[in-house]
Each structure stands twice: as C-alpha cells, then as structure tokens.
C-alpha cells in the first residue's frame, strides 16, 4: 500500500508516518517545510526500509496541490491511503484574533482538506479499496466559545467525512473520522493541555497509541473514532446534553485556561 500523508511533519504526521513504515506500506510526506519533511523521512528511513517519498506544498494553494499530485503521476504512484492530518488553530477569542488568522483557519482545516481529497479521489485506483481519515478533534462535538472557529471547522471534517463515506461506500471507498482529545505534538500543545489541569490530562491521547488504532480503524471500514474511554464517554454525553448548555460551561472552563495560558482574559 502506498499512504499519502498532509501535514506530515507535525507530531501527529511523524507518528502516522512511522506507524504505516512499520506495517511496510510506501509513504509519500507532504508539508510546507521541506526541510522538515526531509528530517522526517530520514528518520523513517534510519528505522524501516520501505519507500519515501517527499514534496513541499502549500495546501491552500491550487496550483501547489496540483503540482503534487502531477508529480505523484509522473512517479507512477498512486495513493491506497489518504490521510488528512494538517490543520491548525490559534488561541483566543474570536474578537481579539486577527481576521487573517481565522480564515486561515478555515482555509487549511476546510478547504485544504477538500481540495486534497478531490484531487485524490479522481486519481485513485479503481481496482482497489481507497481509504480516507480527516483529522476531526474532541472539539467537533461541541459548541466552544473561545475556540469557536476552530471546533467548527472540525465539526465540518466530522459531518463532511459521515456524509461522504456513506456517498462512496459502494464505490470501493472507505472514510474515516479521527476525533482525538489533546495530543502532545508541541511545546504550545503541552502548554495548553496543562493549563486545562486534570480535564485536559485525562483527555490527551498518546500519539503512538492513536496511529496505531487510527490505521487499524479505518482499514476494518470504522466510520468515526474518538480515541480513550473518557472521550468516548464525552461523545455520548453531547448528545444528552443542550448545546447551549454545553457552550456556557465550555465558556468557562476555556476563559481560565487561556488566562493562565495566554495571560489574557478573554
């Protein structure tokens, strides 16, 4: 099998990326550092001996997607996984934000994610099952102020992966929801997980543990997976619960966290 894997260079990238070389599947790495992405491969390579392939790309750029897919073509290869890992977020309300940084937000965790999923999907083998996993989050399942565009966008990655699973499932395509609480893929990452104190601990997930379960998930044809049994009992909880009411205590826990975090109350 050959994985194409975004934002590869990220913790949660790196993680996927060794856990598809263990399982001995050929790897194409894309992200916007090359630099990095070269790191990333050499390590890959110091542990397994399988192919890996780089290429730098801006995801919300059309000409930057199309380019690394024309030359995935000329290497004769064709994605059998694609996993849908960039995505980022910036802190804070959405008030005292800049308006750049928001949209951005949406430009890489909505657009980007389409635009390479399209692309995929029209230069997929039709010989053989294609399988897809949109990084979604914990956050997808609630209304949460101060990270409001943020969980929106991933409740779109979560809506958009059901939907389009259940229009492709009789055309050989699988697609798959990752829906992670806290993951340690940087020092800022770690800064907030602990801010969040006992809640944001017991809903971290280790990265190993996620790729791992991630690729066997969605191989067995798993629609949506929420990584630990304190998230998965959270994903049930949402549903009992009113959204506004959810949102109100959400608003809460968040304002203290990112106080003590960004020292600014929101």
């Not at 894309?30 to 995801?59: F, M, S, W």
């Not at 958009?160 to 609480?181: D, I, Q, R, T, Y």
Request: charged share 20%; glycine share 8%.
């Amino acid at each position: 099998m050959m994985v194409l894997i975004t934002g590869a260079s990220g913790g949660l990238g790196r993680a996927m990326a060794l856990e598809c070389a263990q399982r001995r599947f050929a790897l194409f790495l894309t992200d916007i550092n090359q630099t990095k992405l070269e790191q990333i491969r050499q390590g890959v390579l110091r542990q397994y001996d399988v192919p890996v392939y780089t290429q730098a790309c801006d995801l919300t750029d059309e000409t930057d997607v199309q380019a690394l897919f024309q030359h995935m073509d000329t290497l004769g290869m064709k994605a059998d996984i694609l996993l849908n890992i960039a995505g980022i977020d910036h802190e804070g309300g959405f008030t005292v934000q800049q308006s750049d940084n928001i949209l951005r937000i949406v430009q890489i965790n909505i657009e980007a994610t389409l635009r390479v999923t399209h692309f995929a999907l029209a230069r997929r083998s039709l010989d053989s099952r294609f399988y897809i996993v949109n990084v979604s989050s914990l956050a997808s399942l609630y209304p949460i102020p101060l990270k409001a565009t943020y969980a929106a966008s991933k409740r779109f990655l979560l809506d958009f992966s059901v939907a389009l699973g259940e229009e492709l499932k009789n055309k050989n395509v699988s697609v798959m929801a990752l829906c992670p609480g806290g993951l340690a893929t940087t020092r800022e990452a770690l800064l907030g997980i602990e801010s969040q104190g006992f809640f944001g601990r017991i809903t971290t997930n280790s990265l190993s543990s996620v790729a791992h379960k991630t690729i066997t998930k969605v191989l067995l044809g798993r629609r949506v997976y929420v990584p630990g049994g304190i998230n998965t009992l959270l994903r049930f909880m949402s549903k009992l619960v009113p959204a506004t009411i959810i949102a109100r205590l959400l608003h809460k826990r968040w304002q203290s966290a990112q106080s003590q975090w960004l020292g600014d109350i929101q």
